[in-house]
C-alpha cells in the first residue's frame, strides 16, 4: 500500500481535494465547455445589439420578397 504525507502548509484553508485523475479530467472538460459555451452566448448577445442599434437607425433593408434579393 502506497502512502503519502501531505505537510500542513500545503492544507490551508481547507483546499486541498484528492479525486481520481479521470474524473478531474471529466470535470475540466465540463469546465471548458462551459466556457465555450459563455462565450458563444457574449457573441450572439453582442449580434443582437448590433442589430437593434441598426434597426434603429435604418440602416437595415426590408424585403418584400426573396424575389428582391437579385
Do not use: C, H, W
Not at 448590433?50 to 437595415?60: M, T
Amino acid at each position: 500500500m502506497t502512502t503519502i504525507t501531505i505537510p500542513k502548509n500545503f492544507i490551508s484553508n481547507d483546499d486541498l481535494i484528492i479525486i481520481p485523475r479521470k474524473q478531474y479530467e471529466f470535470f475540466l472538460n465540463i469546465g471548458k465547455q462551459l466556457n465555450q459555451r459563455l462565450s458563444e452566448e457574449k457573441d450572439i448577445d453582442e449580434a443582437i445589439d448590433v442589430y437593434k442599434k441598426e434597426k434603429k437607425q435604418g440602416k437595415l433593408k426590408v424585403l418584400k420578397s426573396l424575389a428582391s434579393l437579385r
